[in-house]
């Protein structure tokens, strides 16, 4: 399996509240719309929390700053990803997600790299 990990910020002025809600009951559902066309297999949402408790972890870390969520995309294989893009109806998909992710995400600020899985636990 392949996967591709999207490190996501929200656009300037929209609070983390507004962006989780968006990008959970808005643009999922067109994520799950899209997913057969597109050849995903999984799709998770991994949305980022302030809780005072555990923050010492994350201090401990440093960091470049936090980010407002995580998603999670599998394919198959790369030649699941490559073959969407053969195809108008996938073309069309990948532009539609585009376009919406335009409207919540700071495309500029966020990191999205596709990579394999190596499994160490679970």
Not at 31 to 43: G, K, Q
Not at 51 to 57: D, E, F, K, V
Request: hydrophobic content about 40%.
């Amino acid at each position: 399996m392949f996967k591709l990990t999207f490190c996501l910020r929200r656009l300037p002025g929209m609070t983390r509240e507004d962006f989780q809600d968006y990008w959970l009951n808005k643009h999922a559902p067109l994520v799950r719309e899209v997913a057969p066309v597109l050849r995903i297999r999984r799709y998770v949402q991994s949305h980022t929390v302030d809780i005072a408790a555990i923050a010492g972890s994350l201090e401990a870390r440093g960091g470049t700053g936090a980010y407002d969520g995580v998603a999670e995309l599998w394919w198959d294989s790369v030649e699941d990803i490559v073959a969407v893009g053969d195809t108008k109806e996938g073309r069309d998909a990948g532009r539609r997600l585009l376009a919406d992710e335009r409207t919540f995400i700071d495309l500029d600020q966020s990191s999205i790299f596709y990579a394999r899985e190596e499994a160490i636990i679970g």
